[in-house]
């Protein structure tokens, strides 16, 4: 998506959204307190356009996260989190219930981030994956702050990691950002994959004996 589509999107999400209020409205007209995802969906779907905007602000960080942590670029990641919001509000009337909201929506997510993976023929050599980073920087105090040799390695260990998991083939990486960057159990990442449990397992273990391999030097 061009910037020009992006920032015409972005101001016609605004439009579509303005006026929330931080409450749904139930079918007969009376406010819902603390509606759960499936409640915020049926009212967005009756045309209760501050349903989807509390959807929105529920999920943008998490879905902002994922996409960072396929794409490693901050405004990448900020356009395909907005552009996955885009769609899913656009097609939220094809939304059958069959699974959550959470997986339609990561999937439709995650396949964005495919897309742009596949468009992408090389990552810069400046860029780094900064959640990776965080994850294996070991604890320490506020008041230690990291030597610089140890800043160094952990700079040369996130870019070690980006370029091994870019490797991987697309649904390895996928379970495995899933899995080890957000969280999710085996079970959600094998309904947001459409695929069987055992499959995401299979997935896993490859990714990691494959990182293993790239990362022998540093372990």
Same mark, same amino acid.
């Given at each position: 998506?061009?910037?020009?589509?992006?920032?015409?999107?972005?101001?016609?999400?605004?439009?579509?959204?303005?006026?929330? #209020?931080?409450?749904?409205?139930?079918?007969?007209?009376?406010?819902?307190?603390?509606?759960?995802?499936?409640?915020?969906?049926?009212?967005?779907?009756?045309?209760?356009?501050?349903?989807?905007?509390?959807?929105?602000?529920?999920?943008?960080?998490?879905?902002?996260?994922?996409?960072?942590?396929?794409?490693?670029?901050?405004?990448?990641?900020?356009?395909?989190?907005?552009?996955?919001?885009?769609?899913?509000?656009?097609?939220?009337?094809?939304?059958?219930?069959? #699974? #959550?909201?959470?997986?339609?929506?990561?999937?439709?997510?995650?396949?964005?981030?495919?897309?742009?993976?596949?468009?992408?023929?090389?990552?810069?050599?400046?860029?780094?994956?900064?959640?990776?980073?965080?994850?294996?920087?070991?604890?320490?105090? #506020?008041?230690?702050?990291?030597?610089?040799?140890?800043?160094?390695?952990?700079?040369?260990?996130?870019?070690?990691?980006?370029?091994?998991?870019?490797?991987?083939?697309?649904?390895?990486?996928?379970?495995?950002?899933?899995?080890?960057?957000?969280?999710?159990?085996?079970?959600?990442?094998?309904?947001?994959?459409?695929?069987?449990?055992?499959?995401?397992?299979?997935?896993?273990?490859?990714?990691?004996?494959?990182?293993?391999?790239?990362?022998?030097?540093?372990?």
């Amino acid at each position: 998506m061009t910037s020009i589509a992006l920032a015409a999107a972005d101001r016609a999400s605004r439009r579509t959204f303005c006026g929330f #209020s931080g409450e749904s409205t139930a079918k007969d007209g009376s406010a819902l307190v603390n509606p759960g995802d499936e409640e915020l969906v049926l009212s967005a779907r009756r045309g209760d356009r501050r349903a989807f905007e509390e959807l929105v602000e529920r999920h943008e960080k998490k879905a902002y996260h994922i996409a960072f942590d396929f794409t490693r670029d901050r405004e990448a990641a900020k356009d395909l989190s907005q552009e996955a919001f885009l769609k899913a509000f656009i097609n939220l009337k094809n939304f059958d219930g069959r #699974s #959550s909201f959470y997986t339609w929506f990561y999937r439709i997510l995650v396949n964005l981030c495919l897309d742009y993976k596949r468009r992408q023929k090389r990552v810069p050599e400046d860029e780094f994956d900064e959640a990776m980073q965080t994850q294996l920087e070991p604890a320490r105090q #506020s008041d230690q702050p990291r030597a610089p040799d140890q800043q160094v390695l952990a700079r040369q260990i996130a870019l070690r990691v980006g370029e091994a998991l870019d490797l991987l083939p697309a649904r390895q990486r996928t379970a495995f950002v899933l899995k080890n960057h957000q969280g999710l159990s085996i079970r959600e990442i094998a309904e947001l994959m459409e695929t069987a449990e055992g499959t995401v397992k299979v997935h896993l273990h490859r990714a990691v004996t494959a990182l293993r391999q790239r990362l022998a030097e540093f372990a």
